[in-house]
């Protein structure tokens, strides 16, 4: 069934990072590739500059436009999206109240595997008082059930994966794969667990890409200007447009990768890897990642589960290092079925987008 052409507008706040900001500019894409117009209001588009710098200031379908400099008394569209509960401006909402037919109001949330989610995905929230009175806002959460709004999937993206060159694609970096070298990419916060991992790591012959910014800063400090230890050898990578990123990945035998955007690339990816969850103060992210290793390791044999859990926990300085170390090489060589599988259920739940455009057609 094809969805009609609908006018969205999609409000993103940069908090900090980059996942914000990635999540809604992968959003926008792939609404737009399936033919709906796209305004993504930003406060701050500067990241776009190498994420997407062979479609800024815009894509097909996609405009991106400052907030709050730009939004002078533009009207909203058929679908308004407020990502991450960023608070939308007063004088659009009124605008939204005032249209005769009200636009389809979304609060997009966080994604977390945790039971809450099931249970307040699609919630109604009347608005009773304010700028928006009289207008519903509906919560979406994305998630890994079907009892969810799915992860972002653009079509197409595993028969480009099947299809991806690693080698061919290692040699335009400059860097040849020795025939026994695994591939491992790091993107990661500050990490104290970062030395363990290195030193595990080293143990057998090993490329580790690292992405820039907070990974690439440890590793130097770490390495010196060599980026050598052991039977490992480090390079240090520009930071990436998205879909080089993914291609990053798909190239890697496994993955560490944080936050919220590249843990479901990582997903998509379908190789082994480790998330280093994006910390809260109240400690609320230790909840957040044991929920997700529940469904992740559902299927997988006790052993490799234990491990994977201990591993994980670790490396977010949620335990001590377990006894035997951290066992990143036995993730490499035992976590791929786990992985294969957890991919393989995830693409049987709808994308997020595909349930997005379903959902404002006919809401509630
Ligand atoms: O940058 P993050 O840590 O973002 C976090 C999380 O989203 C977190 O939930 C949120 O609360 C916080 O920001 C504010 O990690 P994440 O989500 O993986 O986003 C990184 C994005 O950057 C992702 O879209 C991939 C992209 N990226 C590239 O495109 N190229 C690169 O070279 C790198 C390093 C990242």
Redesign the pocket.
């Known amino acids: 069934m094809t969805n009609p052409a609908l006018h969205w507008d999609v409000f993103c706040r940069?908090?900090?990072?980059?996942?914000?900001?990635?999540?809604c500019?992968?959003l926008a894409r792939d609404l737009a590739g399936r033919g709906q117009t796209v305004r993504l209001w930003l406060d701050d588009r500067s990241?776009l500059d190498?994420?997407?710098p062979e479609v800024v200031p815009g894509a097909p379908g996609v405009e991106v436009r400052d907030w709050p400099e730009t939004l002078g008394d533009e009207q909203p569209g058929d679908v308004v999206i407020e990502a991450?509960g960023c608070e939308l401006p007063e004088p659009f909402l009124q605008r939204m109240a005032r249209r005769p037919h009200a636009p389809v109001w979304i609060n997009l949330e966080?994604?977390s595997a945790q039971a809450y989610v099931e249970r307040s995905h699609r919630l109604r929230s009347p608005q009773f008082s304010g700028p928006a009175a009289g207008l519903d806002k509906w919560f979406f959460y994305p998630g890994f059930t079907t009892r969810t709004g799915g992860l972002l999937r653009a079509p197409g993206l595993m028969a480009e994966q099947a299809a991806f060159d690693r080698e061919a694609w290692l040699a335009g970096l400059g860097l040849r794969r020795a025939a026994d070298e695994r591939v491992v990419t790091l993107?990661c916060?500050d990490n104290p667990g970062l030395p363990a991992l290195l030193a595990e790591l080293a143990e057998r012959p090993c490329l580790l890409l690292v992405?820039?910014?907070a990974?690439a800063r440890q590793v130097q400090a770490l390495l010196g200007p060599e980026l050598r230890q052991g039977r490992l050898r480090a390079h240090l990578?520009?930071?990436?447009?998205?879909?080089?990123?993914d291609h990053?990945l798909w190239a890697s035998d496994l993955n560490l990768?944080?936050?919220?955007?590249?843990?479901?690339?990582a997903q998509w990816a379908g190789k082994p890897f480790i998330w280093q969850?994006?910390p809260q103060h109240d400690e609320a992210h230790a909840a957040k990642l044991g929920a997700f290793l529940s469904l992740y390791l559902a299927a997988t044999p006790d052993a490799i589960a234990a491990r994977t859990r201990a591993l994980w926990r670790a490396w977010n300085g949620l335990q001590g290092a377990p006894a035997q170390g951290l066992g990143a090489w036995s993730l490499l060589e035992q976590g791929q079925e786990a992985a294969t599988q957890w991919r393989q259920q995830l693409l049987i739940q709808a994308d997020l987008s595909s349930q997005l455009l379903s959902f404002v057609a006919n809401p509630g």
Do not use: C, H, K
Request: aromatic residues 22%.
């Open positions: 940069v908090i900090d990072n980059f996942g914000d900001i990635g999540v500019w992968r990241a190498w994420m997407a991450f966080y994604l993107f916060y992405t820039a910014g990974a990578l520009p930071l990436l447009s998205q879909p080089e990123f990053l990768v944080r936050g919220e955007d590249s843990f479901v690339r969850i994006y």
